[in-house]
């Protein structure tokens, strides 16, 4: 996972012409641990997330995530954000998903 201010996650996206994953979680959050422990760590997972997509993952109740709660409203955690360079989002996934979920969506996304 990147860690850098958005505008400049925003800048690098558009620079590579690549997709932002961003995960919007928050600390208190039962299923966004699980995902983080049983999903992101799969080799799979890994592989696709790391070469087609800037991976940001954001406390939404703290820092730059609490603004950015204000740009992307969500309605639950976690809140998976696939967003291009112009901070545009071209799809969004509510809930813990399994690594196949996530990894038949990120081949969705364009």
Same mark, same amino acid.
């Given at each position: 996972? +990147?860690?850098? &201010?958005?505008? /400049?996650?925003?800048?690098? &996206?558009?620079?590579?012409?690549?997709?932002?994953?961003?995960?919007? $979680?928050?600390?208190?959050?039962?299923?966004?641990?699980? %995902?983080?422990?049983?999903?992101? !760590?799969?080799?799979?997972?890994? /592989? #696709?997330?790391? +070469?087609?997509?800037?991976?940001?993952? %954001? /406390?939404?109740? =703290?820092?730059?995530?609490?603004?950015?709660?204000?740009? $992307?409203? #969500?309605? &639950? $955690?976690? +809140? #998976?954000?696939?967003?291009?360079?112009?901070?545009?989002? %071209?799809?969004?996934?509510?809930? #813990?998903? !399994?690594?196949?979920?996530?990894?038949?969506?990120?081949?969705?996304? =364009?």
């Amino acid at each position: 996972f +990147t860690e850098a &201010a958005w505008k /400049d996650i925003l800048k690098k &996206a558009k620079a590579e012409n690549k997709v932002i994953f961003l995960d919007a $979680y928050a600390s208190w959050c039962g299923p966004c641990k699980l %995902l983080q422990k049983n999903v992101f !760590t799969k080799k799979a997972v890994g /592989d #696709l997330y790391n +070469t087609k997509f800037i991976n940001v993952k %954001l /406390d939404m109740e =703290k820092g730059e995530g609490h603004a950015l709660s204000q740009v $992307y409203p #969500l309605e &639950a $955690y976690p +809140t #998976l954000l696939y967003i291009d360079g112009n901070g545009k989002v %071209l799809k969004k996934v509510v809930g #813990l998903q !399994t690594p196949e979920n996530l990894i038949a969506i990120g081949k969705s996304v =364009k």
